[in-house]
């Protein structure tokens, strides 16, 4: 599923208006209508009582007056809260404030602050509000009239309704521009903006539903938008095929190259998380002296031991013995608990160049390649890293604060720069891939933040990718089976607390689930998918 930025939203915007001749005013109208169902369906019935709309005076005002018309006409009690001057309203937005006025719609106008804080008893007695102030045309840091306004409605602590976006809010980025209404509900227009499923804008924009206003949908193609949700929908034609005839020989054989002392569970947990994905094979290379160890923690996996430094990790001179376990293997994960000897750093770099199969790394493989980013120039097959926000600041030579403000931004210039799938993991995990595009994924929740999480990951795009499915599906799916497993114990057992190989043992009913299931419901509950599954379920 597309996810627009603002500047593709006007454009599409645009072009359904001049190529298509759908005047704005019906664009207006399907906007405040669809919203209006959604305000009634998800808050209002559940709060009735006196609504305000705050609007502002550009088109994201406009569809706040259409909204105030429909709950006038159904006998609801409305009052438009005009945070300009009436002259300032033009257009579509002038043509229905024109309309509500004649239908006897009480229109406060509050030139200023001034005039905002004398109405401020009359605002007192809204028991819930509608947020029209700011759209998709906001263009910088909110500040002055605007920035009180949203303060004191926030502070009233009554459900909000964002009309597009909770105001403030960069519909790109998905932070807040100095100040952001906190939205129990959104309906945006057209197409999701990718700022609504990337945190905080995701946790700011409450439960969110899209709202088909007559843009045709082939226009986030043609506008070139490269940006997007993965919903089952998508991913479901992707996933590995079984064939009734199926051996484990067909069904791939992985490489994990992993472990080190006091981290033989990231190895585990690795080769375990490809094997819960559906892979036929795994053989893990461990440092040889914990092979011992693995043999007993890993059941179903093969181990073998390998060359080490005297520090216990994997050292250089393994790299022949490893060359020959590639030769018949779909996939290579390297890093989880590899440690960070430069001895490993150089088997790391041998591996990069001579890999003919996707690699996978992870980890302390990305600690040992972020002084070293040219290696990634000599790779002969796919790659996916799969860096946290941490390791990422390490790979770009940033902070971490620097790399969490912009996400997206961050995967998608170094996965283009480098030619790699770059998955940064944290809540709504990014997934860049080379050619530019970029995933976000709408699974998990803040009981994953715990030790071995990653190590599973990593093992189940490489089982994904194992079993034959293109490398930028396998990230995808896996991510999001990953995320999908979690909701589930998060909803069965307890929101914090359960264990990364709970996960993995969750992690074929989560991948039956997504098989079988149905699409994302048609609004989604952003900030966790799992809790109530319908607006009348909470
Ligand atoms: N997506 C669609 O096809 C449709 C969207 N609609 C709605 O239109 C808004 C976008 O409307 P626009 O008039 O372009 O902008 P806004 O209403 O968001 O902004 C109005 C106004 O505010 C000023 N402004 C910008 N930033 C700031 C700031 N930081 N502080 C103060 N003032 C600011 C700016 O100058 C603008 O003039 C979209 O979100 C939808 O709700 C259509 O109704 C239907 C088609
Ligand atoms: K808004």
């Not at 593709?8 to 072009?15: I, L, S």
């Not at 808050?43 to 609007?55: D, I, N, T």
């Not at 998608?412 to 770059?422: I, M, N, P, S």
């Not at 999480?453 to 079993?467: E, F, K, N, R, Y």
Request: hydrophobic fraction near 45%; aromatic fraction near 4%.
């Amino acid at each position: 599923m597309y996810l627009v930025t603002a500047d593709e939203m006007q454009r599409m915007d645009r072009a359904t208006i001049e190529s298509f001749g759908i005047p704005g005013r019906v664009l207006m109208e399907n906007a405040g209508r669809g919203a209006t169902a959604f305000f009634l369906d998800t808050l209002f019935h559940r709060q009735p009582g006196s609504v305000g709309v705050a609007a502002g005076r550009g088109n994201n005002g406009g569809d706040g007056f259409v909204m105030a018309r429909y709950l006038h006409q159904k006998g609801i009690p409305v009052t438009v809260f005009l945070l300009a001057e009436r002259s300032r309203v033009q257009g579509d937005a002038a043509t229905n404030l024109a309309l509500i006025d004649r239908m006897g719609v009480t229109v406060v106008e509050m030139a200023d602050i001034a005039a905002f804080k004398a109405h401020q008893s009359q605002m007192h007695h809204i028991a819930i509000w509608i947020d029209a102030i700011l759209g998709t045309g906001l263009s910088s840091d909110v500040r002055g009239y605007f920035r009180s306004a949203i303060e004191f409605i926030n502070q009233m602590h009554r459900p909000v309704f964002a009309v597009d976006i909770a105001s403030g809010l960069n519909a790109d980025t998905g932070q807040a521009c100095g100040v952001c209404i906190e939205a129990a509900a959104t309906a945006t227009f057209g197409f999701a903006k990718a700022g609504h499923l990337t945190y905080p804008g995701r946790r700011l924009s409450g439960r969110l539903k899209v709202i088909e206003i007559g843009i045709p949908p082939h226009m986030a193609a043609q506008v070139g938008c490269h940006q997007h949700l993965i919903t089952p929908m998508d991913l479901k034609p992707a996933l590995p095929h079984r064939d009734a005839t199926a051996h484990k020989g067909h069904t791939g054989h992985l490489l994990v190259l992993a472990g080190s002392p006091g981290k033989t569970g990231a190895a585990a947990m690795t080769a375990m998380g490809a094997m819960r994905a559906g892979a036929g094979l795994v053989t893990l290379g461990v440092p040889q002296s914990l092979n011992p160890v693995l043999e007993t923690l890993v059941t179903e996996a093969m181990t073998v031991g390998l060359a080490q430094t005297v520090q216990g990790t994997l050292d250089e001179s393994a790299f022949q013995t490893v060359q020959g376990l590639m030769a018949d293997k779909r996939c290579l994960a390297v890093g989880p608990g590899l440690g960070t000897d430069p001895s490993t750093g150089r088997l790391l770099g041998h591996l990069i160049e001579s890999a003919t199969m996707p690699l996978i790394v992870d980890a302390d493989g990305l600690n040992l390649i972020a002084g070293n980013l040219s290696v990634l120039s000599k790779k002969q097959a796919p790659m996916v890293l799969t860096p946290h926000p941490g390791e990422m600041a390490r790979l770009c030579g940033l902070s971490t604060a620097d790399i969490q403000r912009d996400r997206v931004s961050h995967a998608r210039d170094f996965a283009r720069q480098h030619g790699v799938h770059l998955v940064l993991k944290g809540a709504a995990t990014v997934i860049a891939r080379p050619d530019g595009h970029v995933f976000i994924n709408p699974t998990g929740n803040p009981g994953m933040a715990a030790g071995g999480m990653g190590d599973v990951l990593t093992g189940l795009i490489a089982g994904l990718i194992t079993q034959g499915i293109n490398v930028s599906a396998a990230a995808q799916a896996g991510v999001y089976l990953h995320g999908a497993a979690a909701d589930q114990l998060a909803c069965s057992k307890a929101a914090t607390g359960y264990l990364a190989t709970e996960v993995l043992d969750a992690v074929p009913a989560a991948m039956q689930a997504l098989r079988s299931g149905e699409d994302l419901p048609d609004w989604l509950f952003t900030d966790a998918l799992c809790y109530p599954m319908g607006p009348d379920d909470q």
